[in-house]
Every structure is written in structure tokens, then in C-alpha cells.
């Protein structure tokens, strides 16, 4: 009976893994350390599963096999050698072979041509810092990197402690409340990978996702260049009203828009809103309607988010903000 | 044939089943027949009469035990309950210098007149009847329940009735209202009451002078769609209060446009004196211009200051009790059914106590701006 219903279970569930798409996938590594952790996971799932087979095995044999077997399993020689010197041989070594593996992220040699990125986890979105020549350039819950260069990221909170991953780069990192850590991550071609807060920190922590764009080098620095610039201006008669409105609401009390009044430190920067790719943390395309929908009703999209609902606009002043903000690029 | 066996318990019992059963058949024979008379105009027995007057004074007595009152010897809870007993409670319960009105005397039971003969309870029993108002009597329970503030004012107001002198009274509770002696001819024909026409000003003042209470807002000044907005959503009763409920509720659209417009153009009254030290201001000014990043609180001023959507109240000279007020019912989870409360709850919940003394004694040192002016 067992035998029967495990087929179709093991099916069923590659059937499922299948589904897991290779954005966000230790398996699947894109650059730096991904390589090493994932030989050694691979190395881990093979071993294990080879063990594991050698046990039901010897199970099997202690159960139905000849006396012979039985013996030398039920045996206190089998008991010293297979239960205490092999699990020690085996995990010393590999112990050793994980340490040599990943020596290169304990190494914390200064790597002049890396690029320093902070990000500070806060209940619940990324808060993303560039210094490039001196000055800072905030942005959210997207961070874009050139591909081919070391990134070291400077990790911190403000409230709890959160978890930054993105399992295609490396491992994960925590972010501690009154500690700064550190991570190196490299992603070897341009592409886009997927992070996820890795430490449960309340309400909306499953929602708690970003993207890492690598870009080629000479593109990033023309985004770069184009996100220190200050908010454009409002193109439409219609966008000009959204920002009145904007202002006027007081979403500069929580958000900041460089170049405008707003400029608020609670919330995400919104300078640039317009070019990021997704709207409330990788949970909705980034388009009109659902800038629209997260200002309306963002409690249902990101339950337990700390923006208030603002459903106080007429349709026609939602359409003009949400037009001024898609426009932010 | 079927108690054989039961024995003289079961007898017994058996009787009084059928006894039971047989009293409440009567009863709703009586009932169909319509020959119990139901006037209020005949009065009950006497016996009927005492017992449910026994009935009503356990059940409140008990019900009463778990709630703990406040302080109530505080001039602006009064002069709130004040307020809103002449309008809500009088007709009924007359007041220092004033009847209970004749129709309200033919009810059953008759209304007590509140000045002269109130029993007497408790300050948790007041509290509980003013909340949840009595069965089969005329008295209603309270028109929002959330708000108990509201039901202790007028519990820190019947505290006071037996003593108050009719002059007093009128002080208190018509605030500066002084409508001057219609004639013969308005009297006859003026489409509006004197209760109505004055009922804002009871409370909240008007032309110059400010509100009786330090727990009634200003509203001298303030945008006039915030007024209209907050009016209709006390008609609606999305935005919840025993007090304004049954006021908006009386006013149709134009009124409501007619009012806000008065209180609009009216000029601030001079803010109260400042409660705070100046450390505890200067705290407050710092919320109120930069929030606090590490709390999530996002600062005042975009709201509530100079050019700020008109739908929003501006803060500047407004009462720090009645913020204070406020900001504990946002706290306490009520009030976020409206577009504005929503916004406010959550940011409310991040406040501290010593915030909120912070914020609201910053906004009241500061002298009302009339709208439209910018912001520093």
C-alpha cells in the first residue's frame, strides 16, 4: 500500500517543485557564492539520499533477510562502526569540504572595485541606499546592480530583525536592530533575481519580497545617474493636478519626492516610482490602476501594511495621482 | 397511565408542568383577546408598579458594579453634559427653571423630573442608565455606543442638576446664545425652532466667543468642506457620537452648507492658555513638523496646516483636550469608519501618551490661521 501511494506522491510533487520558477532558487545560481553553496547542496541532497537508501536497505534486511545479515546487523561491531566512527568520518569531512568550499565568504579581503550598497529592512519594505560620489540616492524595494561586480551590502533595521536573501546570488544575511552586517553578492550576467525577507517580522512578512535587477555595467550607470536626479515635472495637465493633490493630501507627511515639498522619511522614497517594475513589494505590476488600488485599498493587497487607506478622492483625483506618480521616472 | 411508577415526585412534578403550561395558555389567550388593556393613560397596578420598579433597580445595580467612574467634578465635562441635556434629556427630565413638558408627563411611566426628584444612584449607575437607557420605558440607550466620554459628561452634568441655580443652568447649557424676542408674527410662522437655531452655538460658541468646553472643538476657521464633511458623516452616522448624531441628523444639504460656510468665515477665538512647559511644545513641535521616522509617525503639517486638502481640519488653536480626545478614541480602535479615520487610526496607534500630550498642547499654543494662508 505504501509503495503504491508513494509513486504518485513523489510525482506529484515534482510536479509542484517544477512550478517553482528559477528566479528565486538556490539551485539555479547566477553568480559569486550561489556556485559554491549550490555544488554543496547538491553534494548534501546526493549523500543523503544515497545514505538514506543504504539504511532502508539494511531496514529491509534486518526485517526479511537471511539469519546471516540479521546478525551482523543486530551486531555491536555495526552498531560502533556504522553508527558512531561512520556519521563522524562523514560529517567531519564534510564539515571541512563546506569550510574550504565557501573560504572566499569568510575571507573578508577589501575589494577596491566593489560597489557599496545599504539596505535597511523595516517594517515591511526595503529601504535602499547608493552613495555614488558622496551623495546618497534612496530608492525602494528594488535594487539594481551592474552584473560582473562585487556588491557588498551594508545590512541594517530599524524595528525587528529581518533576513535578506536572494537565493540565486548567496546566502542570507540577518538584519539586526542595532547592529550593522555585511553580505557579498556578485551576479555574473545581466538578469533579474528574486529576494525575500528570510526571518518571520510580522503581519505582511511573506509579502516582504524585492527584485535585484543586474543590469549591464554601462546601463546601470545611466540608471543610476537618472535615479540621483531630482522628480521630473508633470508632463499632462492631468499629472500637474496630481501632484497638487499629492502634496495637498499630505503623502509628503510619510513619502519623499526629491525636487518637490514632499519629503517625508517614514514610507518609501517615490522619486522615481514610475521606473521601478512593480508596485507594493513585488505584489503588483507597476501600472496605473494598481498604484490606484494600493493607495485605495493597500490593506488588502499587503495586509497589515503601515499605510493607512486613502479612501477619501473622487475617481477622477485618484486617476490624476496615480498619473502623477506612474510618471515619476 | 404514564407517571406509574414515578412515585410522588414525579406526581408533583408532573403537576407543575401542566400548571405551567396551562398559565402561559391563558396568558396568550389573554393576549388574542385584546382584552388586557395596554393605554398608557390608565397606569399600572400598584403591585405591577412596584415590581418593575424593584426589577429595574437590582438589574442596574448589578450591571453597574464593574464600571469605575472617572473624576466628574470637571468644569468642561459638566458644561458638555450641560449641553447636551438641554437638548437630548430636558423635554423629558426638565431642567433647573424648566418642566417636564406636558406630553412627556402622560408617558409610562413618567419621566422623573431630574432637578427636583432623581433617585439616588450611583455615579456607575447614572453612567450605565444614560448608556443603555431602560425597557419599557421611554428612555432610550445612548445614540453611540463607543462613546462613553460622551455619557460621562452628562453623568458629571446630573451630578451638578440638584444644585444648579435655573441662571446658572442657562449659562451653562445655552453658552452664549442669546436669540433675541421674536414677534407675535416669527413666533407664528418662522420655519426653524429656537432649539435647533441655537444648538450649535450651546456648545460650540459663535461670532467671537469660543466653545463652552474645552473638550467641543473650535470650528471658527475651519474649511468649510471639512465642517460639511464632518456634518454629513455624523447624519449618516459613520462618524459616531451621541451628541452630533441626533444634531446632524435633523440638518438637510443646504443647512449643512449654510453652517459650514458660518463657521468657516468666523475668525479664531484666542486660544486657550498653553497647559504644557515648553520642552513638552517644543516636542510637540517637532512631531508636528517632523514626525518621527523611527515610530512610522509621519509629521502633522502636510494634513492639517496651511494649504492642505480642504477636506482635512486645520489643527492650529484647537483644544488639546479635545485632540487628546479624539486621539484616545483612535486609539482605542473606534472612529476609523470614515475616510478621514481611517487615515488617523493607524497613525493615532503609534502615538505615545507623552506624544499625544506633546502634539496637542504644540497645535493649541498656536494662534488659528484662517485657511488658504501658507504655512510659515
Redesign the interface.
Known amino acids: 500500500m505504501i509503495f503504491r501511494r508513494a509513486l504518485p506522491t513523489c510525482l506529484s510533487i515534482g510536479v509542484l517543485l517544477a512550478g517553482c520558477g528559477d528566479r528565486q532558487s538556490v539551485l539555479n545560481p547566477k553568480g559569486g557564492d550561489a556556485h559554491q553553496f549550490a555544488q554543496l547542496s547538491w553534494l548534501l541532497f546526493a549523500g543523503g539520499t544515497a545514505i538514506l537508501f543504504v539504511v532502508m536497505l539494511a531496514t529491509y534486511l534486518a526485517i526479511h533477510g537471511p539469519d546471516r545479515f540479521r546478525a551482523l546487523l543486530g551486531s555491536e561491531r555495526m552498531v560502533v562502526w556504522a553508527g558512531v566512527a561512520f556519521p563522524v568520518v562523514t560529517l567531519t569531512a564534510l564539515l571541512g569540504y563546506g569550510v574550504w568550499l565557501t573560504r572566499a565568504v569568510a575571507l573578508t579581503a577589501a575589494d577596491p572595485d566593489a560597489l557599496h550598497i545599504s539596505v535597511s529592512g523595516e517594517q515591511w519594505w526595503w529601504r535602499i541606499t547608493y552613495r555614488p560620489a558622496n551623495e546618497s540616492v534612496v530608492a525602494a524595494n528594488e535594487i539594481r546592480i551592474p552584473a560582473g561586480r562585487t556588491i557588498v551590502f551594508t545590512l541594517t533595521s530599524?524595528d525587528v530583525i529581518h533576513s535578506f536573501w536572494v537565493p540565486n546570488l548567496g546566502g542570507k544575511v540577518d538584519m539586526i536592530p542595532g547592529r550593522t552586517t555585511r553580505l557579498r553578492l556578485r551576479a555574473d550576467a545581466p538578469g533579474v533575481f528574486r529576494g525575500q525577507c528570510a526571518e518571520y517580522c510580522g503581519g505582511p512578512h511573506a509579502l516582504m519580497a524585492f527584485e535585484v535587477v543586474a543590469l549591464p555595467p554601462s546601463d546601470f550607470d545611466a540608471w543610476l545617474e537618472s535615479q540621483a536626479k531630482p522628480a521630473s515635472e508633470p508632463e499632462s495637465v492631468e499629472a500637474h493636478r496630481g501632484r497638487d493633490?499629492f502634496?495637498?493630501?499630505?503623502?509628503?507627511?510619510?513619502h519623499a519626492v526629491r525636487g518637490t515639498?514632499?519629503a517625508?522619511?517614514?514610507g518609501p522614497d517615490l522619486t522615481h516610482l514610475g521606473s521601478r517594475r512593480s508596485v507594493g513589494l513585488d505584489t503588483l505590476a507597476m501600472t496605473e490602476a494598481n498604484i490606484k488600488r494600493f493607495i485605495e485599498d493597500g490593506q488588502h493587497i499587503k495586509p497589515g501594511n503601515?499605510m493607512?487607506?486613502?479612501?477619501?478622492f473622487p475617481a477622477a483625483d485618484l486617476d490624476a495621482i496615480a498619473a502623477y506618480l506612474a510618471g515619476l521616472r | 397511565m404514564a407517571n406509574v411508577g414515578l412515585g410522588r415526585v414525579g406526581k408533583v412534578l408532573t403537576w407543575i408542568v401542566a400548571g405551567g403550561a396551562g398559565l402561559l395558555l391563558a396568558a396568550f389567550l389573554l393576549a388574542w383577546s385584546g382584552l388586557y388593556n395596554v393605554a398608557a393613560s390608565r397606569g399600572h397596578w400598584a403591585i405591577v408598579e412596584w415590581l418593575l420598579a424593584f426589577g429595574m433597580r437590582n438589574s442596574v445595580e448589578l450591571r453597574a458594579m464593574a464600571i469605575n467612574p472617572p473624576p466628574l467634578d470637571d468644569p468642561d465635562l459638566i458644561a458638555l453634559g450641560a449641553g447636551h441635556f438641554h437638548g437630548g434629556c430636558a423635554f423629558c427630565h426638565g431642567a433647573p427653571g424648566i418642566s417636564v413638558s406636558p406630553i412627556a408627563q402622560h408617558m409610562l411611566p413618567p419621566p422623573p423630573h431630574l432637578p427636583t426628584s432623581m433617585r439616588p444612584w450611583t455615579d456607575a449607575e447614572l453612567f450605565w442608565i444614560v448608556k443603555h437607557g431602560i425597557k419599557y420605558t421611554g428612555m432610550p440607550g445612548w445614540a453611540a455606543l463607543e462613546r462613553d466620554d460622551e455619557v460621562w459628561a452628562v453623568v458629571a452634568f446630573l451630578r451638578q442638576i440638584q444644585k444648579t441655580h435655573p441662571e446658572r443652568y442657562r449659562e451653562l447649557a445655552l453658552g452664549s446664545v442669546r436669540l433675541p424676542g421674536q414677534t407675535g408674527k416669527e413666533l407664528a410662522t418662522v420655519d426653524s425652532n429656537q432649539e435647533a437655531a441655537g444648538a450649535c452655538a450651546r456648545c460650540h460658541g459663535a461670532e467671537s466667543k469660543g466653545p463652552v468646553s474645552a473638550l467641543v472643538p473650535v470650528l471658527h476657521g475651519q474649511p468649510r468642506e471639512f465642517l460639511a464633511k464632518a456634518l454629513k458623516e455624523y447624519a449618516e452616522s459613520t462618524r459616531r457620537s451621541g451628541v452630533m448624531q441626533p444634531m446632524a441628523a435633523e440638518l438637510d444639504r443646504q443647512e449643512i452648507a449654510r453652517l459650514a460656510d458660518y463657521y468657516a468665515r468666523l475668525p479664531a477665538p484666542r486660544p486657550e492658555k498653553i497647559a504644557g512647559n515648553a520642552s513638552l511644545i517644543d516636542r510637540g513641535r517637532k512631531l508636528a513638523v517632523e514626525g518621527d521616522t523611527a515610530n512610522g509617525i509621519p509629521s502633522c503639517n502636510p494634513c492639517h496646516s496651511g494649504n492642505a486638502l480642504p477636506e482635512y481640519p486645520r489643527l492650529s488653536g484647537q483644544s488639546a483636550r479635545y485632540m487628546a480626545g479624539q486621539l484616545a478614541l483612535w486609539r482605542a480602535g473606534h472612529h476609523a469608519a470614515t475616510g478621514g479615520g481611517a487615515i488617523m487610526a493607524p497613525i493615532a496607534q503609534r502615538l505615545s501618551d507623552e506624544d499625544i500630550a506633546a502634539v496637542t498642547g504644540y497645535f493649541a499654543s498656536l494662534r488659528a490661521k484662517p485657511t488658504g494662508e501658507k504655512p510659515q
Request: aromatic share 4%; proline share 14%; with cysteine.
Open positions: 530599524p493633490l502634496l495637498a493630501a499630505g503623502c509628503g507627511g510619510c515639498a514632499a517625508g522619511t517614514v503601515r493607512p487607506p486613502f479612501r477619501i
